[in-house]
């Protein structure tokens, strides 16, 4: 089991970068795979980014390629997604979440954090 908890939120001007952190606890944590979703009102979640346990592999949604960088620190138990070039309709909470499997994480993950807002102003 392993809990997460976001941090970096922000009110940020179109263009601009931000930095979000979660960080986890656990034993196992490194044996996880990572991921970052995200939901804006009166929409579905979706996947933003992932990462293998290990760091080795990861993967993006076409819509933050080149734009968001997503990376761990298993010695800190942390996950971090660095967001550049933001646009408005990044805007959104997202979530930090945990999965036993790589590939669960395109869709869901078997743990999840409370969220973090991200908005992203015009």
């Known amino acids: 089991q392993v809990q997460l908890v976001e941090s970096g939120g922000g009110l940020v001007q179109a263009g601009g970068s931000l930095r979000l952190s979660c960080a986890g606890s656990?034993?196992?944590?490194?044996?996880?795979?990572m991921g970052w979703f995200r939901q804006a009102p009166g929409k579905v979640r979706e996947s933003v980014a992932a990462?293998?346990?290990?760091?080795?592999?990861?993967r993006y949604a076409d819509s933050v390629k080149g734009r968001f960088t997503i990376s761990r620190d298993n010695a800190k138990k942390t996950v971090s997604l660095q967001m550049n070039s933001l646009r408005p309709e990044d805007t959104a909470v997202y979530y930090c979440?945990?999965?036993?499997?790589?590939?669960?994480?395109?869709?869901?993950?078997?743990?999840w954090g409370q969220g973090t807002q991200v908005t992203v102003s015009s």
């Open positions: 990462i293998t346990g290990s760091g080795m592999s990861t």
């Open positions: 656990g034993r196992t944590f490194s044996v996880y795979a």
């Open positions: 979440a945990a999965a036993s499997s790589y590939l669960t994480l395109s869709t869901t993950g078997d743990y």
